[in-house]
C-alpha cells in the first residue's frame, strides 16, 4: 500500500491533491498488446490507482473490485512505436514536410547553440550518475517538475533503481549539450524488449529551439542501431510529440477506484464536477481562440 493523491488540475498546473492510501494496478505495454489481466489484483486502504489498462477489457477489471467507486477515468491512445524495422524505414513513415521539419530544427539548434550542439549516451553506472549529476538540476527547472512533481524524480530509492537497472544493461539515457551546457534529457528503463518514455525534460530557456525534439530523434536512431527492442513505450497520457513520433498506438484507460465510503463517494464527485467545468472552459476558449494563450500562462 503507497500514498497516492486524487489531484485536481487545471491544464498543466495542480491545484489541489487529496491524500489517499492506494495500491497500483500497472499495465505494461505488452500486457496492453496481448490483452493480458494479472491473476493478482492489488488493494490499498481506499482502493486501487489502475493506470493503462486495455480499453477493451475495463470492465473485467473494474469486475475485480464489486462495490468500489470509480473515478478519475482518463481514455488515451497510448502511443508506441514498433522497432522492427530499421531507422530508415522508421522515416520513411513520416511526410515530406516532417521529415524536413525535423531535420531544420536539428539544422536551426546546430546554427543557433554557441558551438553546435552533442549529444552524449548514458549505460554504465558511472555514465548514468554522471547523467543525473546534469539532468536533475535541469529537471528542476522544467514546468513538469515545478507544477506537477513529473521531473526525473530526485530520491535514493529512484538513484538506486536506476543504477541497479545499469548494473544489468537495462537503463538507457541521453543528454543534449548546447552553450556549454546540458539543455535537454531522456530517460529510457528497459523492461523485457520495451524501452520505456520515462523522462524528457528541457530548460525552457532553449524551448523555441526544439532541444526535446532534436534530442528524441538522435536518441531514436541510436536505439534503432542497437537492433536489441521490440517496441519503445510513450506510457499512458496523450501529447502531440508522443503522437507524432508513435507508429501505432492502443486504447487504453487510467482511473482510481475506491472504497464506497462517503468521503471517497464526495471525493470523486468533487472531481468529476471539476472535470467538467474545465471541460467546458476549455470547449469555450477554442471557440475563442484563446486556448494557446491561457496554456502558456498555466506553465508560467
Known amino acids: 500500500?503507497?500514498?497516492?493523491?486524487?489531484?485536481?488540475?487545471?491544464?498543466?498546473?495542480?491545484?489541489?491533491?487529496?491524500?489517499?492510501q492506494l495500491a497500483t494496478w500497472s499495465f505494461t505495454l505488452e500486457d496492453v498488446l496481448a490483452g493480458a489481466l494479472s491473476q493478482a489484483s492489488p488493494?490499498?486502504?481506499?482502493?486501487?490507482?489502475?493506470?493503462?489498462?486495455?480499453?477493451?477489457?475495463?470492465?473485467?477489471?473494474?469486475?475485480?473490485?464489486?462495490?468500489?467507486?470509480?473515478?478519475?477515468?482518463?481514455?488515451?491512445?497510448?502511443?508506441?512505436?514498433?522497432?522492427s524495422q530499421s531507422f530508415d524505414d522508421y522515416m520513411a513513415q513520416f511526410s515530406g514536410k516532417t521529415r524536413s521539419?525535423?531535420?531544420?530544427?536539428?539544422?536551426?539548434?546546430a546554427d543557433e547553440a554557441p558551438g553546435g550542439y552533442e549529444v552524449t549516451e548514458h549505460r554504465t553506472p558511472a555514465e548514468i550518475e554522471a547523467f543525473l549529476a546534469a539532468a536533475l538540476p535541469l529537471s528542476a527547472r522544467t514546468y513538469q517538475a515545478r507544477l506537477l512533481d513529473a521531473g526525473l524524480p530526485d530520491s535514493p530509492e529512484a538513484r538506486h533503481a536506476m543504477l541497479e537497472a545499469a548494473e544489468d544493461d537495462r537503463m538507457r539515457a541521453f543528454l543534449l549539450h548546447a552553450g556549454g551546457e546540458a539543455v535537454a534529457y531522456l530517460s529510457l528503463p528497459v523492461t523485457g524488449q520495451t524501452l520505456v518514455y520515462a523522462h524528457l525534460g528541457y530548460d525552457p530557456d532553449w524551448a523555441?529551439?526544439?532541444?526535446?525534439t532534436v534530442l528524441q530523434m538522435d536518441a531514436l536512431e541510436r536505439l534503432f542501431a542497437e537492433c536489441r527492442y521490440r517496441w519503445f513505450d510513450f506510457t499512458e497520457g496523450e501529447g502531440a510529440h508522443k503522437a507524432m513520433f508513435g507508429?501505432?498506438?492502443?486504447?487504453?484507460?487510467?482511473?482510481v477506484l475506491l472504497e464506497p465510503t462517503i468521503a471517497n463517494r464526495t471525493l470523486l464527485g468533487a472531481r468529476a464536477g471539476f472535470d467538467a467545468s474545465v471541460a467546458s472552459a476549455k470547449a469555450l476558449a477554442q471557440q475563442s481562440g484563446a486556448l494557446g494563450r491561457i496554456r502558456a500562462l498555466l506553465r508560467a
Open 1 to 20: 500500500m503507497a500514498a497516492a493523491a486524487i489531484d485536481f488540475t487545471l491544464g498543466s498546473r495542480r491545484l489541489l491533491s487529496v491524500p489517499r
Open 101 to 109: 521539419t525535423l531535420r531544420r530544427k536539428a539544422r536551426k539548434l
Open 43 to 83: 488493494r490499498g486502504r481506499d482502493g486501487v490507482r489502475v493506470l493503462s489498462a486495455p480499453t477493451p477489457r475495463l470492465a473485467e477489471v473494474t469486475a475485480r473490485y464489486p462495490g468500489f467507486i470509480a473515478g478519475g477515468r482518463q481514455d488515451f491512445r497510448r502511443h508506441y512505436i514498433d522497432m
Open 208 to 212: 523555441r529551439l526544439s532541444p526535446g
Open 247 to 255: 507508429t501505432h498506438s492502443a486504447a487504453c484507460t487510467s482511473l
